[in-house]
């Protein structure tokens, strides 16, 4: 499965910003799908997943009530909106696609496919 990430950039703290992460296979459904952040000098995060039909998401405590993660299976993309970003949400996000059970679904290592990464800034 091949992911490509997009929608990054730069926005005030306070601002929204959608990113996208498209897969290419039509298997898309078969798969969880879960987005993680890196920002300088820290190690990779889970931020969000959600599982292959939609029905449950996990989140982060940091961002729940912030940032909401959707799919749309008929168009192999998983989206990451993310509302009153703050500037400590910076980072390369990345996009990840596995079978992770119930317990791993926040484990990076539960996730076999990965995006390249889309950088985003939140400036104070």
């Known amino acids: 499965v091949q992911l490509q990430a997009s929608g990054g950039g730069l926005v005030q703290s306070g601002g929204s910003l959608r990113v996208s992460c498209a897969a290419s296979?039509?298997?898309?459904?078969?798969?969880?799908m879960g987005w993680f952040r890196q920002a300088p000098g820290k190690e990779r995060e889970f931020v969000a997943a959600?599982?292959?039909?939609?029905?449950?998401?996990y989140y982060r405590d940091s961002v729940k009530g912030r940032f909401t993660i959707s799919r749309d299976n008929a168009k192999n993309t998983v989206y990451l909106q993310m509302n009153s970003l703050k500037p400590e949400d910076t980072a390369v996000y990345y996009c990840?696609?596995?079978?992770?059970?119930?317990?791993?679904?926040?484990?990076?290592?539960?996730?076999?496919?990965w995006g390249q990464g889309t950088q985003v800034t939140v400036s104070s």
């Open positions: 296979e039509r298997t898309f459904s078969a798969y969880a």
């Open positions: 959600i599982r292959w039909s939609g029905a449950r998401t």
């Open positions: 990840a696609a596995g079978t992770p059970i119930i317990s791993t679904m926040t484990l990076s290592n539960a996730y076999a496919y």
